[in-house]
């Protein structure tokens, strides 16, 4: 009897393998190696072709993260604490660019890049509106338990559920602002933070940018808490 060992699914490739992760699709969508400006041009490609993957993920998941509320915060919390190491992946991917000279990057910078900048990244646009899409039910789920944010953090233990979703957001919240500050220190490390980008934005406003947080009315909420608590010496 003959084993029947070749792909079943249909599609580009020799196994199925390459066809279900459409490997020869993703391939031809990189640069070819010798149009490449020079070798780095490749990393850096493939270090935004990853990224743009990943932030469509996560906004896939924070929808999901946003249905559920209601209903499972828990399920909610879970769905956000994915996002957050999926951005703490992003934070660790883009520190492989800092092995980069930053005259490479001008190399390709000049003549490969046009007028792209990343603050046109689909996918980050998207990441940037996940503030607000959480923002709603998360009001609507505090408006049906009737209770306050402020009263969650007073009571972990008795809002035990609503406390781990406020955590969850929170994480998440502060990896987001993580990988912002992490690719500014990269942005400043390869081309400084006095210079104007390819759309003529200063660099040095990615700073504002790591300093502004998706929930602010929770990071609000624990500065309240500690207002409540003075020294009794
Ligand atoms: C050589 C490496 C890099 C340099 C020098 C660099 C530089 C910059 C600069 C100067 C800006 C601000 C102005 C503008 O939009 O043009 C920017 C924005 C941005 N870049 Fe990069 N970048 C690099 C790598 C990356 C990577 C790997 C990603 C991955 C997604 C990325 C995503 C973004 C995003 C999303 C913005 C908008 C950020 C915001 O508005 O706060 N960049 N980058």
């Known amino acids: 009897m003959t084993a029947h060992t070749g792909p079943i699914l249909e599609g580009k490739g020799s196994t199925d393998y390459e066809r279900y992760v459409r490997v020869p699709e993703l391939l031809e969508l990189q640069k070819p190696k010798d149009k490449l400006v ?7 490609q493939t270090t935004h072709q990853a990224a743009e993957l990943w932030m469509h993920h ?3 998941e924070v929808g ?4 559920l509320m209601m209903d499972d915060p828990e399920g909610a919390a879970d769905l956000l604490h994915r996002c957050r190491l999926i951005i703490d992946v992003l934070r660790e991917q883009i520190i492989v660019l800092e ?3 930053p005259v490479a ?3 390709f910078r000049t003549q490969s890049l046009g007028r792209g900048s990343g603050q046109e990244s689909p996918g980050f646009k998207k990441l940037l509106e996940a503030g607000k899409r959480l ?7 505090l408006a049906a ?13 008795r809002n035990r559920e609503c406390f781990r979703l406020v955590q969850a957001m929170l994480d998440y919240d502060e990896a987001f602002l993580k990988w912002r500050y992490t690719h500014m220190r990269l942005a400043f490390r390869i081309i400084g933070s006095k210079v104007l980008s390819l759309k003529g934005v200063p660099a040095a406003q990615l700073e504002a940018g790591s300093r502004e947080p998706l929930f602010p009315e929770l990071w609000e909420t624990i500065s309240t808490l500690t207002s409540e608590f003075k020294p009794t010496y």
């Open 38 to 44: 020079n070798p780095d041009e490749a990393l850096f």
């Open 99 to 101: 092995t980069m000279a």
């Open 145 to 157: 338990r009737k209770l306050t944010a402020l009263e969650i953090e007073r009571d972990p233990r």
């Open 105 to 107: 990057y001008h190399e």
């Open 135 to 141: 923002w709603e039910p998360f009001q609507a789920l």
């Open 58 to 60: 996560v906004d896939w």
């Open 64 to 67: 999901r993260a946003a249905g």
